[in-house]
Antibody, heavy 123, light 107 residues
């Protein structure tokens, strides 16, 4: 059974930092595309970033580029989101998700999600 | 930026009803359109990907159709466990992966 368990959320001050973690199990982690997606009442579901299985290819949403960094530890099946220079609008539940490519395409969909970890940015 | 517009934003229906939810993209996404279901306090789950392909394990009462800018998710006969919020998501523009704002399906 695929499991994705996020941790590391909490209350942070504007301008602050956090490291979110995702513990993965039940699938071939090192060959899997992994993503972070956040969800808030105000902004809905918002894709944040995607990282290839080997870690060689990364994409970010414009809203977080330069402030957030994704990384992974394939030996321990861990996926991370380093969030820096936090803003109030970054307040959200952050989900990690496994992504699958459409056959023969560079497009992908999110086939497994974790329940998320809440990040609240407030002074 | 590409925008995904779902309608209706909420919908009341009864068990056994046939329900259709629509999703419109502001630019063509070909068939790069996915549908998700989310129940309160739970993570989203994929139902349909690439506009029409049913994810493994998803009941056959769910179906998807469409191409370009207009897409539909149909539930042929509502079951009690189908009352949830449904989201569409485009994956044509992979640097955006935009989601719709959701359709809440209520009893």
């Amino acid at each position: 059974e695929v499991q994705l368990l996020e941790s590391g959320g909490g209350l942070a001050r504007p301008g602050g930092s956090l490291r979110l973690s995702c513990t993965a199990s039940g699938f071939s982690f090192s060959s899997s595309l992994m993503s972070w997606i956040r969800q808030s009442p105000g902004r809905g579901l918002e894709w944040v970033s995607t990282l290839s299985g080997g870690g060689e290819s990364t994409t970010y949403a414009e809203s977080v580029k330069g402030r957030f960094t994704v990384s992974r530890d394939n030996f321990n099946s861990m996926f991370y989101l380093h969030v820096n220079n936090l803003r109030a609008e970054d307040t959200a539940v952050y989900h990690c998700a496994k992504a699958e490519y459409y056959y023969g395409s560079g497009s992908f969909y999110f086939d497994q999600w974790g329940q998320g970890t809440l990040v609240t940015v407030s002074s | 930026d590409i925008q995904m517009t779902q309608s209706p934003s909420s919908l009341s229906a009864s068990v056994g009803d046939r329900v259709t939810i629509t999703c419109r993209a502001s630019q063509s996404v070909a068939t790069h359109l996915n549908w998700y279901q989310q129940k309160p306090g739970k993570a989203p789950q994929v139902l349909i990907y690439k506009a029409t392909i049913l994810q493994s394990g998803v009941p056959s009462r769910f179906s998807g159709s469409g191409y370009g800018t207009d897409f539909t998710l149909t539930i042929s006969s509502l079951q009690p466990e189908d009352f949830a919020t449904y989201f569409c998501q485009q994956s044509f523009y992979s640097l955006q992966n935009t989601f719709g704002r959701g359709t809440k399906l209520e009893i």
